[in-house]
C-alpha cells in the first residue's frame, strides 16, 4: 500500500484535500480546544507552532499514512482532519483517526467526512478491515464511528489516566463488507436484501 496519492474527496457538506503548511495555525487553534484536549490521547512531547507547522508541511510527502485536512464546504473554513495510518500489508488493515474542531461539530460533518475516508479506504485502497480507539466517555466521536458502521470490537478497560482518573479505550473496527452492504450507512436496507 502506497499512502503517496493524496486524493481530494468531496461530499456534500466537506471536502477531504491534502493538508499545507498554511493549514497549521488553525490546526493549532484546533489544538487548544478543551474538548480536543479532553479526548486525544497527549502527545509525548510539548508541541510547538513551529513542530505543528512542519508537521502539517510535510503530510503530502509522507507515503505510510494518509491525512487529510476536513473543509466544511458552506464556509470553506478548515475544521479538522482525517487519517489512515499504521498500514498491515498481510492484514490489508490500517488504524483511522479523526479530530474535528469546535467549529465543525453538530453539523454531520464529521461523520461525512469519516464516511468519505472509510469509503475512500475500501473503494480505492483495497482494504479489508479499518480499526480505532476511541475513550469510551468520547460518546460523541462514538456515535460518529457507529452512523458510519464501525461495531464495538472489545473495550481497554482503564487504560489511560486523563485528569486523575482512569478511562477505558475502546476498540472499534468496520470491514471491507460492511462497508460494500451499506456504504457506511448501518441504518439504510441493504441493497442485496430481498
Same mark, same amino acid.
Given at each position: 500500500?502506497? =499512502?503517496?496519492?493524496?486524493?481530494?474527496?468531496?461530499?456534500?457538506?466537506?471536502?477531504?484535500?491534502? =493538508?499545507?503548511?498554511?493549514?497549521?495555525?488553525?490546526? %493549532?487553534?484546533? =489544538?487548544? $480546544? &478543551?474538548?480536543?484536549?479532553?479526548?486525544?490521547?497527549? &502527545?509525548?512531547?510539548?508541541?510547538?507552532?513551529?513542530?505543528?507547522? @512542519? %508537521?502539517?508541511? *510535510?503530510? *503530502? $510527502?509522507?507515503?505510510?499514512? !494518509?491525512?487529510?485536512?476536513?473543509?466544511?464546504?458552506?464556509?470553506?473554513?478548515?475544521?479538522?482532519?482525517?487519517?489512515?495510518?499504521? %498500514?498491515?500489508?498481510?492484514?490489508?488493515?490500517?488504524?483511522?483517526?479523526?479530530?474535528?474542531? &469546535?467549529?465543525?461539530?453538530?453539523?454531520?460533518?464529521?461523520?461525512?467526512?469519516?464516511? !468519505?475516508?472509510?469509503?475512500?479506504?475500501?473503494?480505492?485502497?483495497?482494504?479489508?478491515?479499518?480499526?480505532?480507539?476511541?475513550?469510551?466517555?468520547?460518546?460523541?466521536?462514538?456515535?460518529?464511528?457507529?452512523?458510519?458502521?464501525?461495531?464495538?470490537?472489545?473495550?481497554?478497560?482503564?487504560?489511560?489516566?486523563?485528569?486523575?482518573?482512569?478511562?477505558?479505550?475502546?476498540?472499534?473496527?468496520?470491514?471491507?463488507?460492511? %462497508?460494500?452492504?451499506?456504504?457506511?450507512?448501518?441504518?439504510?436496507?441493504? @441493497?442485496?436484501?430481498?
Amino acid at each position: 500500500m502506497d =499512502f503517496s496519492v493524496k486524493p481530494t474527496l468531496t461530499g456534500d457538506k466537506t471536502v477531504l484535500r491534502p =493538508f499545507t503548511e498554511a493549514d497549521a495555525d488553525v490546526m %493549532w487553534e484546533i =489544538f487548544e $480546544d &478543551p474538548e480536543v484536549l479532553r479526548f486525544t490521547d497527549e &502527545p509525548s512531547q510539548e508541541l510547538t507552532r513551529e513542530q505543528v507547522r @512542519s %508537521w502539517y508541511g *510535510s503530510r *503530502s $510527502d509522507q507515503p505510510d499514512r !494518509l491525512d487529510l485536512a476536513v473543509i466544511d464546504r458552506a464556509g470553506g473554513e478548515l475544521v479538522g482532519e482525517v487519517v489512515l495510518y499504521e %498500514w498491515d500489508a498481510k492484514a490489508r488493515s490500517c488504524t483511522f483517526r479523526t479530530l474535528i474542531g &469546535p467549529r465543525g461539530r453538530d453539523r454531520g460533518l464529521g461523520t461525512e467526512a469519516i464516511r !468519505l475516508i472509510v469509503g475512500h479506504g475500501f473503494e480505492q485502497l483495497g482494504l479489508h478491515r479499518i480499526e480505532l480507539e476511541v475513550y469510551g466517555h468520547n460518546h460523541r466521536a462514538r456515535r460518529a464511528y457507529e452512523k458510519v458502521g464501525f461495531a464495538v470490537e472489545g473495550v481497554r478497560r482503564e487504560a489511560d489516566l486523563r485528569d486523575g482518573e482512569w478511562v477505558d479505550w475502546v476498540v472499534m473496527a468496520i470491514l471491507d463488507r460492511e %462497508w460494500s452492504a451499506r456504504h457506511g450507512r448501518p441504518d439504510a436496507l441493504s @441493497s442485496t436484501a430481498s
